[in-house]
Nanobody, 121 residues
Framework: QLLESGGGLVQAGGSLRLSCAASGRTYNRFTLGWFRQAPGKEREFVARISWSGTTTNYADSVKGRFTISRDYAGNTVYLQMNSLKVEDTAVYHC????????????????WGQGTQVTVSS
């Protein structure tokens, strides 16, 4: 099970830090990713981090503003979001990919319920 926290309401230009904690099993050999879905839009990739934590990848829309990291044990993943924009408003989900380092949400086998991020102008 994956459980996200840290969402909320923030003004444009502000920051939030999302966390995703694993329970029930270990994900330290999985790629962990963040995806988001805004109302009426497709789910989209935000960021991913390899099981070792040494490789990261970001969507162009968040590059330079968001940072993904994971703890030493590998079972908690974070998303530091700075310089937030109104268009970052969405439900953010963390997910785990057992088999590779994919940016496609369909490749991720395990998902959290999501946490709402709302950025006001």
């Amino acid at each position: 099970q994956l459980l996200e926290s840290g969402g909320g309401l923030v003004q444009a230009g502000g920051s939030l830090r999302l966390s995703c904690a694993a329970s029930g099993r270990t994900y330290n050999r999985f790629t962990l990713g963040w995806f988001r879905q805004a109302p009426g839009k497709e789910r989209e990739f935000v960021a991913r981090i390899s099981w070792s934590g040494t490789t990261t990848n970001y969507a162009d829309s968040v590059k330079g503003r968001f940072t993904i990291s994971r703890d030493y044990a590998g079972n908690t993943v974070y998303l530091q979001m700075n310089s937030l924009k109104v268009e970052d408003t969405a439900v953010y989900h963390c997910a785990a990919d057992q088999h590779g380092f994919s940016g496609r949400w369909t490749d991720y086998e395990y998902w959290g319920q999501g946490t709402q991020v709302t950025v006001s102008s």
